[in-house]
């Protein structure tokens, strides 16, 4: 079992729909970020959220932290094609050196 | 300048061939990453190290091991490569636990 999970793990919608894509876990968190990656490059950080209950708005993204600090979601409104990539969540793994640990991600293609 | 750099951006080899993968970062970042991305897209952390400490994660053969000839590089040797070491492989780097910058991606493509 991964220790983040990701769901969905495909999602395809016309542009100006609106989405959220989930990512859950067992464990606490003293923090977790998301990253989007597209094809042929490395991840690259959207935001981090620190705070339990904490929203953060990027443009048209929000991501909420949830109160426990075990979950988090991303909502983006008015999807356009260029929001089309890999979402990724990420949180540090405090039991194993602190390395960053992904979960499995969420792919959106956004159609025009 | 690229923050992140590794090279080759693709890799082909035969099986049973030693490679290795360069990874560079000029952030000043204290601790680098290795990661795996298969076909899925899962992105697995292999090595995490800094100028102290080397931690690996438990499910990575001992083909595999991390060279780190000074702060700034840290590099991938791969020892008698399999079928399935195919996949892309990202160096990152950080500042303890901030954000992480990843490099483009080693596609390696085992034959």
């Known amino acids: 079992t991964q220790l983040l999970e990701q769901s969905p793990q495909f999602l395809s919608i016309q542009e100006g729909e609106n989405l959220t894509v989930y990512c859950n876990s067992s464990s606490v968190f003293s923090s977790l970020q998301w990253y989007r990656q597209e094809p042929g490059e490395g991840p690259v950080l959207l935001v981090t959220v620190v705070t339990g209950g904490e929203v953060k708005k990027l443009k048209r993204l929000t991501f909420q932290f949830g109160d426990a600090r075990k979950d988090s979601s991303l909502h983006i409104t008015a999807a356009q094609p260029g929001d089309t990539g890999l979402y990724l969540c990420?949180?540090?793994?405090?039991?194993?050196?602190?390395?960053?640990?992904f979960g499995g991600g969420t792919r959106l293609m956004v159609k025009p | 300048d690229t923050a992140v750099s590794q090279t080759p951006k693709y890799l082909v080899t035969q099986m049973g061939n030693d490679k290795s993968i360069k990874c560079e970062q000029n952030?000043?970042?204290?601790?680098m990453y290795w990661y795996k991305q298969d076909s899925k897209k899962f992105l697995k952390i292999m090595f995490s190290?800094?100028?102290?400490?080397?931690?690996i994660n438990e499910t990575v053969p001992n083909r595999f091991s991390p060279k780190s000839p000074d702060k700034a590089h840290l590099n991938l040797h791969i020892n008698s490569l399999e079928l399935g070491d195919s996949a892309v492989y990202f160096c990152?780097?950080?500042?303890?636990?901030?954000?992480?910058?990843f490099g483009q991606g080693t596609r390696l493509t085992v034959v």
């Open positions: 190290y800094n100028n102290k400490e080397l931690i």
């Open positions: 990420a949180a540090r793994r405090n039991n194993a050196g602190n390395m960053l640990t």
């Open positions: 952030l000043g970042h204290d601790t």
């Open positions: 990152a780097s950080s500042r303890r636990s901030t954000e992480a910058f």
